[in-house]
């Protein structure tokens, strides 16, 4: 049995990264982590080693990849230049949203040894919700 | 196990290891710290340690301090099976 969902509905989930929604969002921020964050204060504070501004502009939302009728996708675009302020190993990537202190989207990455006064590039990557199958 | 001093202050994990301390840890992690320039190996005779309970290093080793590093940054995806959104 086949079942189907507007892409409108999982862009609506998306469209928090991108413009937000009001007490919540957009995402302003791309940081890479030393763990795992679970709260704002993780990703932005305690386990924070680089980071870059994020703007509307570096969110594109569009088809997914994914099974099922309707999956959608958010790329976030490659930031480049980053000053490593703490050294450590990094080994996820968090979106925030500074101006509610809200921590949006984690996710992980190939754990690379990071030095303070290096410099750190995001490169482009991407979320996305499969539709329902 | 291994000794170590650490020469600047880093993150790995949660843990947090403060320039100027000297800490015991598993042998391969160490390594990791010593090849990153992040610490100095001790002696086994070294007795001002401070035993920290952190894992192993397992698998592949973190990639190396680059003075540019490009991160590889997986993508997420969020299934929907039996119309229940997945995280």
Known sequence: ????????????????????????????????????????????????????????????????????????????????????????????????????????????CTSQALTAGNTLNFPSWGDEIGAPT | MMKIHATTTFMHGRTRFEAGQKYQIPGRTGGYFVHSGWATELPDTEADTLYIDIAELEGDAPLPVSTDTTLVIDTGTNAQPADVMGA
Do not use: Q, W
């Open chain 1, 1 to 108: 049995m086949a079942k189907r969902i507007n892409p409108s509905v999982l862009d609506g989930a998306l469209n928090i990264i991108k413009t937000g929604i009001s007490g919540l969002g957009p995402a302003n921020k791309i940081i890479a982590c030393s763990a795992e964050p679970v709260t704002f204060t993780d990703a932005n504070v305690t386990y924070a080693l680089a980071s870059s501004v994020m703007a509307g502009t570096d969110f594109t939302i569009a088809n997914g990849i994914t099974g099922g009728n309707t999956p959608r996708k958010i790329t976030m675009a490659a930031k480049s230049g980053a000053s490593i302020t703490t050294t450590g190993t990094a080994t996820h990537v968090a979106l925030v949203d500074t101006v509610n202190s809200a921590l949006l989207l984690v996710t992980t």
